[in-house]
């Protein structure tokens, strides 16, 4: 058995926490690889995060036509090439992934293990690699392991064959019709980005609401927005799936009985499970949280000593942004771990890349009202503001939730144009303990711009 200094399970976040700080430590870095090509550097950068924003952008350029006209500008489009927008996204994206696994293997003190890890006991591991499997154990073990799409356990969806977000941004060609099961992020943003290109897209979801885990007036608008471009059916319970030929046939049930939905492809896309079954983590020692991750603490340790855990095998927050964060966490305190720090989850962010985009932080207005906490709600339309009027933007809106008495605020959400982008300045607000009042007056917001949204939902504030 090989020992090592440091075992790293995951090439994604886990392959930034080896730097040159650590080139006196043996290490291995064991990766069984991502989609259908088996790459290396996890979910963010091979089928996840990057390859959905570059065709996001590339549906927001094709879905120009749909706004120009309200700007009296008479705009068409004559069509997309699926094969070349793929070709070129992934065509960046490939080298980055075969160049940083390049960079790991001709690194002396790394040993890069390509291939499928789990636990055997404490501390050690067996890896089946192509050329057989090896087991390793280690001083210090980082589980980076990451999520996996999931599928619910519909009637014939298996054996009919289903796409996910692993393989459907490398298909073969873009379908005429396609069915999405699934009403969170994946599904926003790839419905937009296949109907923006020219697939008739029908949503499948179990509640009337998309993006129901978000605040209750930016789903209820976003829902509302969907039903205009995507065939919407809510309140479905699929009962079964059929293939026929190059057709996938999904059986649904509703409040209007029985019926059918028809297409050339069907993609799942009902969420994500952490990979904590692939590395045997009980057989490591290493407990479980009741929902399948792995239980750390908030200095990132799991409940063997020597064993960190982060992203989304463990994090609750299956985002990027996240992981890296928790990412960090563990670099610093494999290499002080005398004075180990604390990964702060307060104010963690999110943004839904789909049209309108979202972009949220902190509690939601239900959330303010179940846990009954005195709070204050503002909204400000984009239609209000001068930049909104040069967008012509009649649904986009930013809330924003306050405590009445200290003017903190608890919560943003904004629904449309730059959502992502606009919304900084209030994380940076919540994380630094800067009061809306102060915020909104004590600085120059630059007029006639678009952030003057976030001044005045700002200044709508019922502050005492
Ligand atoms: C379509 C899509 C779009 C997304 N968009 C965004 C976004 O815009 N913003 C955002 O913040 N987040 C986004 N996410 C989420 C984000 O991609 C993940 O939260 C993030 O990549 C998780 O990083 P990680 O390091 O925990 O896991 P990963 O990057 O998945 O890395 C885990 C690695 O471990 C490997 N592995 C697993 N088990 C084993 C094993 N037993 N042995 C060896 N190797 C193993 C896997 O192959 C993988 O490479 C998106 C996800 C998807 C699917
Ligand atoms: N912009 C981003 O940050 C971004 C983008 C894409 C994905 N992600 C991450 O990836 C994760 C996975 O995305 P996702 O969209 O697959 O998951 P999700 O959790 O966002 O949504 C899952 C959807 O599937 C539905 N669902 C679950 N079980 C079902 C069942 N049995 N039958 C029918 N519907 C069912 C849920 O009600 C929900 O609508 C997200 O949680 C998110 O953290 C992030």
């Not at 994206?93 to 291939?115: C, F, H, M, Q, S």
């Not at 298996?158 to 379908?175: C, F, I, K, N, W």
């Not at 949220?360 to 303010?368: L, M, N, P």
Request: charged share 25%.
């Amino acid at each position: 058995m090989t020992h090592f200094d440091l075992i790293v399970i995951g090439s994604g976040s886990g392959n930034t926490i080896v730097d040159e700080r650590f080139s006196d430590w043996s290490v291995a870095l064991v990766e069984k690889g991502v989609g259908s090509t088996g790459a290396f550097g996890g979910t963010c950068l091979n089928v996840g995060c990057i390859p959905s924003k570059m065709f996001v952008h590339t549906a927001d350029t094709a879905s120009a036509p749909a706004h120009g006209d309200r700007l009296g500008v008479d705009l068409r489009l004559e069509g997309a090439d699926w094969p070349a927008i793929r070709d070129r996204i992934f065509g960046r994206i490939d080298p980055i992934a075969v160049g940083g696994e390049r960079y790991r293997a001709k690194a002396d003190n790394v040993t890069l293990y390509r291939g499928t890890a789990h636990f055997t006991g404490i501390k050690t591991l067996a890896v089946r690699t192509a050329a057989g499997t090896e087991e390793i154990s280690a001083d210090r073990v980082v589980v980076a392991a990451g999520s996996r799409p999931s599928a619910p356990p519909v009637p014939g969806l298996a054996e009919a064959g289903y796409l996910t977000s692993d393989s459907v941004m490398r298909l073969q060609d873009l379908p005429r019709r396609m069915i999405i099961m699934g009403t969170g992020f994946v599904s926003a943003e790839l419905a937009h980005v296949f109907s923006a290109l020219g697939t008739d897209v029908t949503v499948v979801g179990r509640s009337g609401l998309m993006l129901r885990h978000g605040d209750e007036d930016v789903a209820t608008r976003f829902t509302e927005l969907a039903a205009r471009r995507w065939d919407l059916r809510m309140n479905r319970t699929a009962k079964g799936v059929e293939r026929d030929g190059g057709l996938v046939r999904l059986h649904l049930d509703g409040q209007e009985g029985l019926e059918s939905v028809e297409a050339e492809e069907i993609l799942v896309a009902t969420g994500r499970v952490p990979n904590s079954d692939l590395i045997a983590a009980e057989e490591g020692g290493l407990d479980l949280t009741d929902d399948g991750r792995i239980s750390v603490d908030a200095t990132q340790a799991a409940s063997v000593d020597g064993v960190w855990a982060l992203g989304d095998v463990s994090s609750p927050y299956q985002l990027k942004h996240v992981a890296n964060r928790e990412a960090q966490t563990v670099q610093h305190n494999l290499l002080h771990p005398e004075a180990p720090v604390r990964t702060d989850h307060r104010y963690v962010p999110h943004a839904v890349f789909s049209a309108p985009m979202i972009a949220s932080v902190g509690i939601t207005e239900q959330e303010a009202r179940e846990a009954k906490r005195e709070y204050v709600s503002a909204r400000q339309d984009y239609a209000g503001v001068a930049y909104g009027w040069a967008m012509e933007d009649t649904t986009g809106f930013a809330k924003l939730l306050a405590d009445p008495a200290t003017g903190r605020l608890m919560g943003a959400h904004i629904i449309g144009p730059e959502a992502p982008t606009l919304i900084q300045p209030l994380i940076q607000a919540m994380q630094f303990d800067l009061d809306a009042r102060s915020m909104a007056e004590d600085q120059y917001w630059i007029h006639p711009a678009m952030p003057e949204l976030i001044e005045n939902a700002l200044l709508r504030l019922d502050l005492r």
